[in-house]
């Protein structure tokens, strides 16, 4: 029996992924599931994206983190949609990692890696904590700094189709360097060079910036990620 590493990398996500979401408190309640997922569904119309094709799940935890992971899941922390000035970064997190998973870059990575992993995996038993360390550590080791970049400029691209401030991916970027998501941001000259690139991107004139949810479903939403 011949398993090619893309059948491996598939089957391994699925697996991983119903496994890893065990250790998960997901969030279900209207006042955020709902604006959670109307920003979703609005970034991926306004970009041709398949609202069906990415699975999005806000996890209780006080961590200020977000990432996209395998089987094009991505996890929001309550913990970061508290720190969000508006909808807009709020977006310019979730485009950065939905830009990843558009791109490829979570899947192939995952991929090239699938051989030794399974082996991993199958030694990590039932334990969660440790299968999502492994997972995390393959999702992280396939995220390279041109990849980061890529990232972030897809992310404000799909700011900018939702008329969305996409400078406020740059802002984002320079908010979050002291909590070290977005992968290798970790010290103020990234931060700083990668919040610099987006400022340097030219963005056709697209009538002014809207604003999707109100401002009362907005402030319920950060109220229920307290």
Same mark, same amino acid.
């Given at each position: 029996?011949?398993?090619?590493p893309?059948?491996?990398?598939?089957?391994?996500?699925?697996? #991983?992924?119903?496994?890893?979401?065990?250790? =998960?408190?997901?969030?279900?309640?209207?006042?955020?599931?709902?604006?959670?997922?109307?920003?979703?569904?609005?970034?991926?119309? #306004?970009?041709? =994206?398949?609202?069906?094709?990415?699975?999005?799940?806000?996890?209780?935890?006080?961590?200020?983190?977000? @990432?996209?992971?395998?089987?094009?899941?991505?996890?929001?922390? /309550?913990?970061?949609?508290?720190?969000m000035? +508006?909808?807009? $970064?709020?977006?310019?997190?979730?485009?950065?990692?939905?830009? *990843?998973?558009?791109?490829?870059?979570?899947?192939?990575?995952?991929?090239?890696?699938?051989a030794?992993?399974?082996?991993?995996?199958?030694?990590?038993?039932?334990?969660s904590?440790?299968?999502?360390?492994?997972?995390?550590?393959?999702?992280?080791?396939s995220?390279t700094?041109?990849?980061e +970049?890529?990232?972030?400029? $897809?992310? #404000?691209?799909?700011?900018?189709?939702? *008329?969305?401030?996409?400078?406020?991916?740059?802002? /984002?970027?320079?908010? @979050?360097?002291?909590?070290? =998501? @977005?992968?290798?941001l970790?010290? *103020?000259?990234?931060?700083?060079?990668?919040?610099?690139? =987006?400022?340097?991107?030219? @963005?056709?004139?697209?009538g002014?910036?809207r604003?999707?949810?109100?401002?009362?479903t907005?402030?319920?939403? $950060?109220e229920?990620?307290?």
């Open positions: 029996l011949h398993l090619s893309t059948i491996v990398g598939d089957k391994l996500s699925e697996w #991983a992924w119903d496994l890893m979401s065990k250790s =998960i408190r997901e969030v279900e309640a209207d006042d955020v599931r709902l604006p959670i997922d109307t920003l979703m569904c609005e970034m991926c119309l #306004a970009n041709g =994206i398949d609202t069906a094709s990415v699975h999005i799940v806000v996890d209780r935890t006080s961590e200020v983190n977000a @990432f996209a992971t395998v089987g094009r899941h991505l996890v929001i922390y /309550t913990g970061l949609i508290r720190q000035d +508006n909808e807009a $970064q709020l977006c310019a997190v979730i485009g950065h990692e939905v830009a *990843h998973l558009q791109l490829g870059h979570i899947q192939s990575g995952i991929r090239r890696q699938a030794i992993n399974v082996i991993l995996i199958l030694l990590s038993g039932n334990g904590g440790q299968l999502n360390e492994i997972i995390g550590d393959m999702v992280s080791n995220l700094r041109a990849k +970049n890529e990232a972030d400029a $897809q992310g #404000a691209r799909y700011l900018h189709a939702m *008329h969305l401030d996409p400078l406020e991916m740059a802002t /984002t970027l320079e908010k @979050f360097e002291s909590y070290g =998501i @977005f992968s290798y970790t010290d *103020h000259d990234d931060s700083k060079k990668r919040a610099d690139r =987006i400022r340097k991107m030219e @963005f056709s004139d697209n002014p910036y604003q999707i949810l109100s401002s009362e907005w402030e319920r939403l $950060q229920s990620c307290r």
